[in-house]
């Protein structure tokens, strides 16, 4: 350690007449303790010797009570992983200071995701390219009714077939929506920027003159909101292991765009109609026409527009348009909310008091008799109780009101990874069409 001296000036106050005779009678005082010195020199030195003891056993022993407190609250939350465990209340560790800088491994410990972070985009990812009106009209066969997959707030989409064979979603972005430029650029800008294969992939675009459309791969099971809440749905209802699995890209790609995206996304619009479905019903995220990124922070916030979808936003900021990643963390717990139960996020048919999923589902999800019955009836019988709870706690973390309290995406992926490799173990007695991507790692 260092040890300042500070030298006195010359004339300086300590050196007056008073602090003279006080220091002259000082060293008198000083001067007679010596003199005393051999009265009782035994005694004096046991009283040092005792008073140091004691001051070190004290030293001591407030040094082992803390470093037990520290070793008690590492064990707690120290990992900041795990927050299935953690039911509402409790939910008050999952604040900022869990972040950790690695990306979560993948299920089968085989990929680390992220910018420089190991995986490269799609093996079939060619970059971005520009295409023409006429070439994107060739694609769809003039943009025909029968091509139409999808509409959305900012346009429609279309199925096609681009030249070198590609089968493609076309989005073309209504003309005259007055948010149409800014979101075309941001779906652009960003996402010619950011890879990961859990965001549905950018093949180009198309800005010949008046015209804006986004050129996507196609995902062949459509969104996540037609799975589960189609009225008439021909095929059979997602199972549990597949709802796990889909619970899990999608807080995989959250996790990517917080925290390994530079600067980071907020996506602002995260729901179920903007999580599409591959061939062996994987999930990936799409529609950032609303996203920010983090350089438009100002203190550790973004004060924005309120956009996004009813029964999705954040509390805090629909009432007073603050935007964090926090407010992504809600609208997920939403999304876990629906595939648990089946619900969507607002159904004004239902009885009173069940309107909104959820404040319908918070009180439900901390009970344990209450959440068998608020499961979707159709994967009723597909889940251990115990990963139901779980899920459920995770779910009511995410939508708690205090933002602070919500968990980081790094903490839902890792509390869902066990799940998800469990069923991968229990899994190989099921019969059913979703089996195919158990064995289908992403990267
Ligand atoms: N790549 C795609 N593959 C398959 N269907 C898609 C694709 N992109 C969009 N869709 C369908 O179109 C709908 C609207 O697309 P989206 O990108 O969310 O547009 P909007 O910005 O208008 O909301 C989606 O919910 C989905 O049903
Ligand atoms: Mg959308």
Redesign the pocket.
Known sequence: MEINTTAVPEGSPGLTTNNYSHNHHHLRSQSYNQHHHGILPSASILIIIIATISITILLAISLIIVMLRRIKSVKKYGSGKDISNINNTGGKSMAHGTISSNASPDVKSRCLYGPNLGCAPPSKFKGVQVFTYKELEKATDKFSEGNV?????????Y?GVLSDGTV??I?M??RERKQRER?FRIEVDLLSRIHSPYL?EMLGYCADQHHRL?I????????L??QLHASHKQQQPLNWGTRLRIALDCARALEFLHEHASPSVIHR?FKC??I?LDQNFRA?V??F?LAKTGSEKINGQISTRILGTTGYLAPEYASTGKLTTKSDVYSYGVVLLELLTGRVPVDTKRPPGEHVLVSWALPRLTNREKIVQMVDPAIRGQYSKKDLIQVAAIAAVCVQTEADYRPLMIDVVQSLIPLVKNLSSVSSSASSRFQSHIVSPRC
């Open positions: 997959i999808g509409k959305g707030g900012f346009g429609v989409v199925k493609a979603a989005k972005l209504h979101s549905v986004l996507f791969e196609f995902m062949p099971n459509g969104s909101h037609h619009d109609s903007n599409l990936k799409t529609d026409g």
